[in-house]
């Protein structure tokens, strides 16, 4: 479902879609109100919201959604690339967070991915996270928490397992384990994210 108040924009998208294997458009909404009602109506897998509507916000959108149609998972796509909208939209329940400066075939990438039940951050997106924002390492267990410092440290897997003293195949679960409780994607999602921690002065 395509949410967003400029129909050339809508059109645009919907097109990208449509062509996209295995996608289609179910509905589409250019208010807040309108996207709730339609929601609930056609019940779509993904939800592709702008952040500003004329009667309210994307993050509104979010919110009561997460409430009425739950199994929706939102992708925003927006022209904001500001650290507090961001910040919002992922604390909301936002799956992703796309600017409108992306390719038409990222798009329909995305939103394949998060029907598949993933959550993607991109490096610039995780280095930017702010430290008084919600800790995303807040549930590792102490060994999640190790292997995530050395990741950062550049280590590789088998280094990471000599240094802790546990199989390769050990260190590969536990990343499995803290990529899902972090909310990304990559190895190197991780690496870029303890960069800008620590940049900022952040230690686990």
Request: proline content about 3%; aromatic content about 2%; charged content about 30%.
């Amino acid at each position: 479902m395509i949410i967003d108040d400029h129909e050339i924009v809508r059109r645009g998208i919907a097109e990208i879609v449509d062509r996209a294997d295995g996608l289609s458009v179910v509905a589409e909404a250019g208010s807040v109100a309108e996207a709730v009602r339609r929601a609930e109506l056609v019940r779509p897998d993904v939800l592709l919201v702008d952040l500003q509507l004329p009667d309210g916000t994307g993050i509104d959108i979010i919110a009561t959604l997460r409430e009425k149609v739950p199994d929706a998972r939102p992708v925003v796509l927006t022209s904001f690339d500001d650290d507090d909208a961001l910040a919002s939209a992922l604390n909301a329940g936002a799956k992703a967070y796309l600017l409108k400066t992306v390719r038409g075939a990222e798009i329909a990438d995305v939103i394949k991915a998060v029907a598949a039940g993933r959550t993607l951050l991109d490096e610039r997106t995780v280095t930017r996270r702010r430290a008084d924002h919600e800790d995303p390492t807040a549930d590792l267990t102490p060994s999640e928490r190790k292997v995530l410092e050395l990741i950062g440290d550049g280590m590789s897997n088998r280094e990471i397992g000599d240094r802790l003293g546990v199989a390769e195949k050990t260190v590969k679960n536990h990343i499995t384990a803290l990529l899902s409780k972090m909310g990304l994607q990559r190895r190197t999602q991780v690496a870029a994210w303890v960069a800008g921690q620590r940049a900022a002065g952040w230690r686990s």
